[in-house]
């Protein structure tokens, strides 16, 4: 086993030493960061600054640590919505507090400097949204920076003149791994900074340490990793830092079954990123070899359902038309609802539960967008509502 792979099942095995308790599920709000970043405040290892505060006056923070010269920028929740890095960075920043791993931590430290902002986007988080209070998505604004948010985080990459930038969001749920019925548990991209996609110095950078971290995963969810669009998207945060010289690594966790809180999703974003950071501080990654990354499959999009309900009968006007039903979730701010969001021959698709309901009548009329509710009174096949049982907590099918 190489010594990355080994590094990696070390910091897998020992993640809940490290796993900020107070931080649980997918819709974690601004307030429960301030006191735990005021405590890394304390400690003589970070230094924290206030950068800005967001429309609604939310403070945006940094954190600092290493003496290195490689200098490494992370941000995470530029999207409200997508906290599954933030979750994991304050896991990693439990993991540099600690006593353990002392020789890698020390190696990561001496050779880097590192600045994380957690959560750039906190009035977005408030809403479980991903847009910002007034409604734009940071990510198209890396152009004409209107909101503080992107300035703020433009400032930081031109004060600080990163060698690397992990760019780190959530993929929603239906993107599988390639052509395949797998999820894609965590998706990557070098992202291009040009409508040509030339690869230059720094995206080759991006591509080795993207194969290191394939590897790496591998171990742990074979076959669900995926490669995020190398689409050019000129007001993205990626792609114009990217045009800088930084070689941005565009981190999107996506999902696997039953991890709806994405709590095991956030867990190979610590091992992920831990290991990254490791290579880089050793220089380990320059001896991947970049072609590996065109290997990692690219995701597809809209491949996949929640729950996928074949051979229903659609009881309508005295004719029974055999379909099949495909339920995805809705995020609300308070919680998720199931939604049908196919109807017909979903056979070229997948989903995290397929079911085979045959004897289902449906004797009602349904639409794209209806709640998953009306289908309750129909759900007769035995042994779904057991399988339904493993979306507990969402409102509806269960009831
Ligand atoms: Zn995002």
């Not at 080759?204 to 990793?225: A, E, H, W, Y």
């Not at 114009?240 to 999107?252: D, N, R, W």
């Not at 929640?306 to 009968?313: G, M, P, R």
Request: with cysteine.
């Amino acid at each position: 086993m190489s010594s990355e792979l080994l590094f990696a099942n070390r910091l897998f095995d020992t993640y809940e030493n490290f796993r900020e308790k107070t931080l649980n599920g997918r819709r974690i709000k601004h307030a429960q960061l301030v006191p735990l970043i005021e405590k890394l405040a304390s400690e003589t290892l970070f230094a924290v600054s206030e950068e800005g505060k967001s429309i609604e006056k939310r403070e945006i923070y940094s954190l600092k640590i290493g003496w290195g010269s490689i200098k490494i920028l992370l941000w995470s929740q530029m999207h409200g919505d997508e906290s599954t890095a933030t979750r994991a960075l304050f896991d990693i920043f439990n993991f540099f507090k600690s006593d353990d791993f002392a020789r890698e931590k020390e190696e990561i430290l001496s050779n880097c400097t590192l600045i994380f902002i957690p959560m750039l986007n906190p009035d977005g988080a408030e809403r479980f949204e991903r847009r910002n209070a007034v409604g734009i998505d940071l990510n198209r604004d890396a152009r004409q920076l209107v909101s503080p948010e992107s300035q703020l985080l433009m400032n930081l990459r031109n004060q600080f003149e990163p060698h690397f930038g992990f760019n780190l969001h959530d993929q929603d749920p239906y993107y599988s791994a390639g052509e395949t019925a797998q999820p894609a548990a965590m998706s990557f991209l070098s992202p291009a900074f040009d409508f040509v996609k030339t690869i230059d110095a720094a995206r080759i950078s991006g591509m080795k340490v993207i194969t290191l971290i394939n590897r790496v995963l591998q171990d742990f969810v074979p076959d669900k990793i995926g490669r995020y669009s190398d689409a050019f998207l000129p007001s993205a945060f990626g792609d114009v830092i990217q045009k800088t010289g930084t070689t941005i690594i565009l981190v999107e966790s996506g999902n696997v079954h039953y991890d709806l809180e994405k709590e095991f999703i956030r867990k190979l974003n610590f091992v992920s990123i831990v290991s990254a950071l490791s290579s880089i501080s050793k220089g380990s990654y320059l001896y991947e070899n970049e072609e590996d990354y065109n290997k990692i499959p690219f995701n597809k999009k809209d491949n996949l359902f929640d729950i996928l309900l074949k051979n229903v009968n659609l009881v309508q006007n005295e004719l029974e038309i055999r379909a099949d039903i495909g339920l995805r979730r809705v995020f609300g701010v308070e919680n998720d609802t199931l939604v049908i969001a196919g109807i017909g021959d979903l056979s070229a698709n997948s989903a995290y539960d397929n079911l085979n309901c045959p004897e289902m009548r449906v004797l009602r009329e349904i639409r794209i967008g209806d709640s998953a509710d009306v289908l309750v009174p129909y759900l007769t096949t035995s042994g779904l509502s057991s399988r339904f049982g493993q979306y507990e907590g969402l409102p509806g099918l269960l009831s």
